[in-house]
């Protein structure tokens, strides 16, 4: 079990630790103190922060801007779905003082990395104002699908979330570096009033298309779908690394000859064979959505132009249609 996560309370100033002693600014300090102890910190530096996904790493260099830049784990298009740590991830997760990470449901990979790394651990997906969605089974989706099965770990892909996020990654930074606690605490303002005129302009792109039935690869993107209304008809599959049944494929095939769905997404991270099969038997139009940014160059910029990607491909695919 992971023991070192940390929350954070929406009156608080700065996170709180789950354990017994709490403090979080404190152990914060101390650890950062002893890594300088042991020169594994230059007294002067800022300390190291990890993150591991783009899209979080994106919002975590977004706040550090003019401190310094926060590592990545997973980069290129690599999928968090069947990611295994190379030596070199260890040595990051143990370098760190600090972990920004969505959760144990998103990277599983960390289950057993995370129990002896010496950082604290900052779980997104428990940060205040996060909102969760159920994820969704593969096949057809019907009218009570958003109402079962676990949660869906991919909170990043609704605005509102990236604005919590974004809030909080600010109070666990400044709470282990306070000497850059003004400027976190600017540049999450900053990065909140564009994340809102972000959230606005996509809605605008995407009211055109709310209407249009679709498909996607895999259940990523319930949190973009339920913020902007979207229609999304199903998913080939729950899980990338599960195999798909005849049966489902069959359904999917007979959906699509219905008219229920006009585009189909595949994503860079997977082998376009499935959709392949679908798109030989029916000639749907096929886009590509991609959840992590896969193409795009690691930074602050990256969420929204990930964001953006998004509304443009559903847009050009869905807007044929009319």
Partial sequence: MRS???????????PRIVGENGGMMMRLRAFFLSLILIGLVPASATPVILATLKPVHSLVAGVMAGAGTPELLIGGALSEHSYELK???ARK??????????????ETYLSGALSSARAKVIVLEEMPGVQRQPARHGGLWGEDDDAHGPRDPHIWLDPQNAIAMTRAIAVAL????????????????????????LDKEIAAALAPVRAEPY??????????????GLKPAGAITV?????????RLAALRQAVLQ???????????????????????????????????AELEPGPGLYPALMRHLAQSLTQCLGKNR
């Fill in 215 to 228: 498909l996607v690869f895999h259940d990523a993107y319930h949190y973009f779908e339920a913020r902007y």
């Fill in 259 to 293: 008219g229920k769905a006009v585009c189909l997404f595949r994503e860079p991270q997977f082998p376009p064979k499935l959709i392949e099969t679908l798109d030989a038997d029916t000639k749907i139009r096929v886009g590509v959505l991609d959840p992590l940014g």
């Fill in 174 to 197: 400044a709470a282990g570096d306070p000497a850059h606690a003004a400027l976190y605490h600017a540049n999450a303002a900053k990065r909140v009033t564009e994340l809102m005129a």
């Fill in 93 to 106: 997760l143990q370098a760190a003082a600090l972990i920004f990470e969505i959760g144990p449901d998103m």
């Fill in 87 to 89: 030596p070199s991830d």
């Fill in 4 to 14: 070192k996560k940390a929350n954070v309370d929406s009156h608080a100033t700065m």
């Fill in 239 to 247: 899980s990338p690394e599960r195999p798909v049944g005849a049966r």
